[in-house]
């Protein structure tokens, strides 16, 4: 079937195209990469290696190979529903609106949260590099900093995101060429395959579990779908992007990992003791070439943790509130879209508030990174699985689709793997998000019992503008 434009296919829905399409498929594609940073395992890699049991780079194979029948089915769904909103849209329109509801306040731990660990982490990499300025002033200037340029419109931000890009990869390009050359010379450990398969450490627990914690530098590939409203190009670049971001940061996260872990010069002590003070990466940069490429990679990691990557962050969040709002499941103020700039203003404006007030709560808090990213896994984890099954019920059992693999087979196998990955994870992450859904359930319930049951603006059976090819 032919596709129509992506105009089109908004208004058929039942809504305004309001936000500006300008976004191509090179710009869906740089904001997915931006979002989960290509030197992402910088900041997390001791809680990966110690988690993994050394094997760092399964840990992210595994990862990448969940997230990618997830974001096939994000390929699905966004063809069928061009809408901004993410597993809020697909959920509600797939299933049905309350459980659009639930996945989108479960998505909520994740998009909401996440800005304020980026500035987090970023304040805390930046105050050990420059002590003299405390972590809630760099918290403070990367929030003002990245809602002023999302104010500016989406363009500002693309064109942000590929400069930031750039700069990320130069500096994962010296470190793993400075790696390589330091192991061919002796240091390290020299070059083994423990980092993907290690027969003293190895169980598919300690696997899984390790990639609960590893996710987290895979989460921001959905974020491409918030865009769907300013992407130019067919419902089908949607899809296309999340895949090629996924493919693309998998490759470079598994590469690092490998020649990182190598480079440690005392295992047994990282795994026994952990990372508490997150340098551990910047130690086997160390190892490699000295203090200048340790220094380089984690002022690296600030500006990509604590600009670029929170950029982005912030802006998907406010597309996932202007969403919800628009369809009267949160206060309609949220749904104001800025005459000229053609963006969500007040949902900017309160991402950056929610953001700045977490960060400086959590900053406070000696686990706060950790309470954060735990939090954040878990919610979109537990609405990937939403996902998995939206595509089944939409197309095979409503639609009838006859494509088992696409519609039955992968969604199938994304969810069992998901599925694990969430037993395994961290037991306090588990009690802490089952209570937001409760809470969540509670506000669904309320709504429906004062009659405002969550609607959409047609109904949930609307179908596909595209093929199911």
């Not at 918290?139 to 990245?146: D, E, K, Q, S, T």
């Not at 009267?328 to 309160?350: C, D, E, G, W």
């Not at 494509?403 to 992450?429: C, E, K, Q, S, T």
């Amino acid at each position: 079937m032919t596709e129509t434009s992506p105009s089109r296919d908004i208004e058929s829905f039942g809504y305004r195209q309001e936000l500006r399409r300008s976004l191509t498929f090179s710009d869906l594609l740089v904001y997915g990469l931006v979002f989960m940073v290509p030197i992402a395992p910088f900041g997390i890699f001791g809680g990966v290696f110690q988690g993994s049991g050394g094997m760092v780079a399964l840990a992210y194979v595994l990862g990448m190979v969940a997230m990618m029948f997830t974001a096939l089915s994000y390929a699905q769904m966004s063809r069928a529903f061009p809408m901004a909103g993410s597993v809020y849209t697909y959920a509600g329109r797939g299933i049905g609106a309350p459980v659009g509801f639930l996945s989108g306040w479960m998505i909520l731990l994740d998009y909401v949260l996440v800005p304020g660990l980026l500035y987090l982490i970023a304040g805390v990499a930046m105050n050990s590099l420059v002590p003299s300025i405390p972590v809630w002033l760099w918290l403070v200037g990367f929030v003002l900093l990245n809602t002023a340029v999302n104010y500016l419109g989406i363009e500002t931000t693309a064109r942000v995101n590929k400069a930031v890009l750039v700069g990320e990869l130069l500096v994962l390009a010296v470190f793993v060429t400075a790696g390589v050359v330091a192991l061919a010379a002796g240091k390290g450990r020299g070059f083994d395959l423990t980092p993907l398969y290690d027969p003293h450490t190895f169980s598919w627990s300690l696997a899984f579990g390790a990639v609960s914690i590893a996710v987290l530098s895979f989460l921001g590939f959905d974020g491409i779908s918030t865009l769907a409203e300013e992407n130019r190009d067919s419902a089908k670049a949607i899809g296309r992007s999340m895949v090629a971001a996924l493919l693309l940061a998998g490759t470079l996260f598994i590469a690092q990992t490998w020649v990182a872990s190598l480079l440690v010069t005392d295992p047994q002590a990282l795994i026994r003791d952990g990372d508490p003070n997150g340098t551990a990466f910047y130690d086997a940069a160390r190892t490699a070439a000295g203090g200048w490429l340790a220094t380089l990679t984690a002022v690296t990691t600030a500006v990509a943790w604590g600009f670029a990557n929170s950029l982005v962050a912030q802006a998907a969040t406010s597309r996932l509130l202007f969403a919800m709002a628009r369809d009267r499941q949160l206060p309609a103020f949220l749904a104001k879209v800025h005459p000229t700039r053609r963006v969500p203003v007040n949902a900017t404006l309160l991402t950056a508030g929610v953001s700045l007030v977490l960060g400086l709560y959590t900053a406070s808090r000696d686990d706060g990174i950790t309470l954060l990213s735990t939090l954040v896994n878990f919610g979109a984890l537990t609405t990937f699985l939403v996902l998995h099954v939206a595509v089944v019920v939409h197309y095979l059992v409503r639609n009838r689709s006859r494509d088992y693999w696409r519609h039955l087979i992968a969604p199938a196998i994304g969810f069992v793997i998901l599925a694990y990955v969430i037993v395994n994870a961290d037991i306090a992450a588990q009690r802490l998000g089952f209570v937001w859904l409760l809470i969540g359930a509670i506000v669904l319930a309320g709504l429906m019992a004062t009659g405002r049951r969550p609607r959409l603006s047609v109904t949930e059976t609307t179908q596909s503008t595209g093929d199911p090819e």
